[in-house]
């Protein structure tokens, strides 16, 4: 059982040297409609995205020599299937 203080500590992330590259994980609901991608928006479509994880360098994340995530191995079409998952997470319309 979490307490509230941790509970907090997961809502944002606080400014700090020990923080450097870290972002709060978004919500995946109505990505449709919430394009461009990242905290800085510099993805512009989903399947840019799931290229980034799809290849992503493991030597660049910050993660103090633990292995916490790598690239994986998705084909295009693997890829095209990833991206239609995640279009499926928005609504048709918005209210
Ligand atoms: C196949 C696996 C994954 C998919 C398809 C996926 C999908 C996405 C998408 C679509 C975004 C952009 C959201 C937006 O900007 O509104 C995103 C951002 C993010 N994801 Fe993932 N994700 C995956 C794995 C992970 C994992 C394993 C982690 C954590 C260990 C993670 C943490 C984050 C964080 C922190 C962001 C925000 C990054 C930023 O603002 O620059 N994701 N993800």
Redesign the pocket.
């Known amino acids: 059982m979490c307490t509230e203080g941790e509970i907090r500590k997961t809502l944002s992330v606080t400014l700090g040297q020990i923080n450097f590259g870290q972002?709060?994980?978004?919500s995946?609901r109505n990505?449709k409609y919430?394009a461009p991608?990242?905290?800085?928006g510099s993805l512009a479509t989903?399947r840019e995205?799931?290229d980034a994880?799809a290849d992503i360098d493991p030597e660049r994340i910050h993660n103090d020599g633990e292995a916490?995530?790598r690239p994986?191995s998705l084909d295009d079409r693997a890829r095209e299937d990833?991206v239609a998952f995640?279009q499926s997470l928005s609504a048709t319309t918005l209210p």
């Open positions: 972002w709060r994980t978004p995946l990505l919430t991608y990242m905290h800085d989903l995205v799931v994880y916490i995530i994986l990833l995640l």
